[in-house]
Every structure is written in C-alpha cells, then in structure tokens.
C-alpha cells in the first residue's frame, strides 16, 4: 500500500483535459514539494514535473501541476494517444527519512 | 550525453546475493544525489536506496535497510546496489536515478536508466 494515494485509472478522449490527484499526509506532501513521472512500460520514467508547478525543459505546457496542503494534482490538457502511460506522484517524506511514491494512476486515451 | 545505464540482474535464489551496477555517463556522480527505485511486476516505483555525492550519507526503505547496501565509485562513475539475503517480494526492476537540485530545497528525479530485472525465485 503507497503512502500518497493516486486513483487507479483515468481516461478521457483526444482534445479533452483530464487531472489525476495524489493525496497523503502532512510528513510528505505538506511539507514538501510534489513531482509528476510519466512511465511507459519498459521504458525509463520521465520527469513531467517538480516543485508541484514547475516543467523541466522540453516537457510541453499541456502538463500542469498544483499542489493545495495536502494534496496535488497533475492536469493534462489536449489529451493525445501518446499521453497514454503510468503516472506518479512522489515527495519526501520527513517522517520516513525517504522518498515516497503514489500507486500510479493509468492514464487511457480512449 | 547525459545517460545512465544498469546492469547486473538475473535470477538469483531465495537467501542469494547480487550487485547491481548502474554506470553513469554524460556527468559526474560526485556531484549529486543517486537513488534506485524498483518496480515490481504489475505493481508501482517504490523508492529504495539513495547515496549523496560524496558517499558519507545513504538511507534506505525499512524493507531492505539491512539487507542492501548503496554505494558508489567515483574513478569509474559507477553506482551500485549490494542486495543481500533475497526474498521473492524483491523481484522487480530496478532503476538508478540521479536527482538534481532545482533549488529552495526542491530536489526530483531528472534522469532514470532503463532498468535491470531481478528475479528472486527458486
């Protein structure tokens, strides 16, 4: 069981803009920043995004992110097949002296 | 280019050891934080290991503090992961990752290799 908690699945259509949530307690996402992974099976995962908002270079601006206490969330608009894939939040966790990950959400473009 | 690249996996039986290797390229290991995180089979990244830049501070996930053990070698820019007295729930893939200093305290994983399957299993 993942200490930041992510639903299980998503899924919208091309065009459409679907958010994913991560929740958890006040030792990790209230404390410290949350970051995004974009992970297609076999493959590396992907930085999307850090410091709850913030995009590396090269990662479209179709991805957004935002935390609120607690919570977080990761915005993905004009939905494209490619978007397919697993997504993860994490943060460290200051209680646990580690990082932690959500139990990833996969993303369906139908 | 900046690139990571794990090795060592295999199918090893339940009480073995193994060591992992990820060799670095493209930067300098010394000069920032170094993780690995595995996946299991039909399962999500959990957080295993982590080494800062020069060697003095490592911690561990309570599910295998004991057992495994990071380290690092800068003549050869190589990160490793010596996992000892493994259990089936240790099969996954295991990645490196380095994790960069964005600043205010803000740290992500901004590099990932591709990963080494290890399989615990008699």
């Known amino acids: 069981q993942s200490v930041l908690t992510q639903p299980p699945s998503a899924s919208g259509t091309p065009g459409q803009r679907v958010t994913i949530s991560c929740s958890a307690g006040?030792?990790?996402?209230?404390?410290?920043?949350v970051n995004w992974y974009q992970h297609l099976p076999g493959t590396a995962p992907k930085l999307l995004i850090y410091?709850?908002?913030q995009r590396p270079s090269g990662v479209p601006d179709r991805f957004s992110g935002s935390k609120s206490g607690s919570s977080a969330s990761l915005a993905i608009s004009g939905l494209q097949s490619e978007d397919e894939a697993d997504y993860y939040c994490?943060?460290?966790?200051?209680?646990?002296?580690?990082?932690?990950f959500g139990g990833g959400t996969k993303l369906t473009v139908l | 280019e900046v690139q990571l690249v794990e090795s060592g996996g295999g199918l090893i039986q339940p009480g073995g050891s193994l060591r992992l290797s990820c060799a670095a390229s493209?930067?300098?290991?010394?000069?920032?934080?170094m993780h690995w995180v595995r996946q299991a089979p039909g399962k999500g990244l959990v957080w295993v290991s982590r080494?800062?830049?020069?060697?003095?501070?490592?911690s561990y996930a309570a599910s295998v503090k004991g057992r495994f053990t990071i380290s690092k070698d800068d003549a050869k820019n190589t990160l490793y992961l010596q996992m000892n007295t493994l259990r089936a729930e240790d099969t996954a893939v295991y990645y490196c990752?380095?994790?960069?200093?964005?600043?205010?305290?803000?740290?992500?994983?901004?590099?990932w290799g591709q990963g080494t399957m290890v399989t615990v299993s008699s």
């Open positions: 990752a380095r994790s960069y200093n964005y600043g205010s305290g803000s740290f992500a994983f901004d590099i």
């Open positions: 994490a943060a460290w966790d200051d209680s646990l002296n580690g990082w932690v």
């Open positions: 006040s030792s990790n996402i209230g404390r410290n920043a």
């Open positions: 410091n709850n908002n």
């Open positions: 493209g930067f300098t290991l010394s000069n920032y934080w």
């Open positions: 080494v800062n830049g020069d060697g003095s501070t490592t």
